[in-house]
């Protein structure tokens, strides 16, 4: 399964799910947004989230998402994303305050 980003310069790749386990093939992304979705991850409780870039030239990455069945990795992957959201509005707002 093929999701392509609005800006089309990132293609995510399901490469196996299961009840408990996802595993994304990213392309078009490297450390700086594959480490900012981990930690995110990695705070979400029953989560655990690790990736890999597969060749810093290529800018492949894959993210690894395990969960203990309390809820899917894709919905911990949609939590994790949706928090990431929230806090760049929250910054973004106060940055706007303080120009």
Known sequence: ????SATQ??????????QNFLELKIEGEGHTLLN????ELNSI???EAAYRVEHPLLK???LMI???GSKSPLDAFREAT?????KLEELK??????K
């Open 66 to 68: 395990r969960t203990s």
């Open 45 to 47: 409780p029953n989560v």
């Open 93 to 98: 707002k106060q940055v706007a305050q303080h």
């Open 82 to 86: 949706e928090n990431i959201k929230n």
């Open 1 to 4: 399964m093929l999701i392509v």
């Open 60 to 62: 492949t990455a894959r």
């Open 36 to 39: 900012l979705i981990v930690d």
């Open 9 to 18: 310069k990132t293609a995510i790749y399901v490469e196996k799910y299961t």
